[in-house]
Each structure stands twice: as C-alpha cells, then as structure tokens.
C-alpha cells in the first residue's frame, strides 16, 4: 500500500517557468489537500477538494491551480514560478472531512525557484 | 491572535526527562484536535488524536481544555528518538472559507540528549 504519492522530490526552477507537482493516493480517500511549509510559517493550505470535480481554496492560494478529475489524483501547478514560491510541498489526503480523520501526508516536494 | 499557537522551543531535555508542550487555539467552534510528529525534512505524521476525555498512549498523554482553548502533550522518559518537530492541529468546521481543513501550529522542536 503506496500511501499518498507525490513527485517530483526535487525541482529546480526558473522564475517565469511553469510546472505541475504530481500526487497520488491509493486509498481512495475523498478529501486531498496541498500545504507549503516554510521556515517560521508552519504549514500553510493552498487548495483542497472534497471529492472528485470539486476543488477550492484555501489560505495561499495565488500562484496555483488544482484540478481533481479522478479520486486518486490531485495535481498542483505552478503557473510562473517566482522565488517566492521556494517551499517544501506537501500533498495529503483523508477518507473525510469528518472529526478526527486523520491526514496522510506525501513525502514532500522541494521546491527552488531562481 | 494566530489561530493555532505554539511555544517553538526548542526545547533541550536529558533521555528520561519528562517534557509538556502547551498549544492555544482561537476557533471556539473547532471540533477535532490532534498532535502531528515531524522529524528532520520529513512529512509530518499523525502522533494522537485529543479528546475531551484526555487520551494516553503509551509514555504519551494528550489533553484538550474546550473551555480555556488550550491543548497539551505530556512526553514522560524521553527517548533519543522523540526528537522531533510536534505539531499542534486543529480541524475546524465552518472556519472562514475552509471547511473541515486542517489548521497546524507552527511546531515545537523537541532534542532529547543522551
């Protein structure tokens, strides 16, 4: 059981570059989430989806689009990167939204904008 | 006021010292609470849940204080292998725009020296 799936682990980008981190999950969880992590932010929410076809934001949510056409896949593109967006990403899904669903986290993409 | 505050430590303990952390929330409509662990450039995992009741798991204790809006961790005999970054979450239903996400603490660093 793979868990929650992200790639790439490592990226390096151009400021102007676009580019789609990729996360997948095998549990057929309902509700996936993207986070930054940051150094004296904590981890912050980008966008989210209940369900398939169903996305919305969350606290940081410009400079990125999601889309969610299967359940197991919940892709996170970086329109044109800028060093602003130079983060740790974490994609994470949970059977629901329900009280005390626990959340499982990928293992993070690093992200370098230059 | 933040929504979920933490001490960020770090907090320096000798093995088989007891440790507290201590985590305040804003949101008196949140209903689910829980202690993530992360370790060095790692994905963040769930530690425990928090229950009203207060809830133990081994050498871990976790409480919750609706009405003061304060959540705890009691680590007793640490370990060499509790050092780790933990997180204070909360997932609150009906919070501005994010329904159901997860709201994390920015983390307190636990070292445990042998």
């Known amino acids: 059981n793979a868990g929650v799936t992200q790639t790439p682990k490592f990226q390096v980008l151009k400021t102007g570059q676009s580019m789609t981190l990729q996360c997948a999950q095998d549990?057929?969880?309902?509700?996936m989430s993207w986070y930054r992590q940051d150094p004296g932010m904590g981890l912050r929410l980008i966008h989210y989806?209940?369900?398939?076809?169903?996305?919305d934001q969350g606290e940081v949510p410009n400079g990125y689009n999601v889309s969610r056409s299967t359940t197991e896949d919940f892709p996170l593109r970086l329109l044109s990167a800028a060093p602003s967006q130079t983060s740790v990403y974490f994609c994470?899904?949970?059977?629901?939204?329900?009280?005390?669903?626990?959340?499982?986290f990928g293992q993070g993409t690093r992200l370098t904008v230059v | 006021r933040k929504e979920v505050e933490q001490d960020p430590g770090p907090f320096n303990v000798p093995e088989g010292a007891t440790v507290a952390f201590n985590c305040t929330y804003s949101?008196?409509?949140?209903?689910?609470f829980f202690w993530y662990r992360q370790d060095c450039r790692k994905e963040p995992k769930l530690l425990m849940s928090?229950?009203?009741s207060g809830n133990e798991d081994g050498r871990f204790t976790a409480q919750l204080n609706r009405a003061s809006q304060y959540i705890s961790l009691l680590i007793r005999d640490s370990k060499l292998s509790d050092s780790a970054t933990y997180l204070c979450?909360?997932?609150?239903?009906?919070?501005?725009?994010?329904?159901?996400?997860?709201?994390f603490g920015k983390g307190t660093k636990l070292s445990v020296k042998p």
């Open positions: 994470a899904s949970s059977y629901s939204i329900g009280v005390q669903a626990e959340a499982f």
């Open positions: 549990m057929n969880h309902e509700y």
């Open positions: 928090v229950y009203s």
């Open positions: 949101n008196s409509a949140s209903q689910s």
């Open positions: 979450v909360v997932n609150a239903f009906n919070y501005g725009g994010s329904q159901g996400n997860l709201i």
């Open positions: 989806s209940v369900g398939a076809g169903i996305t």
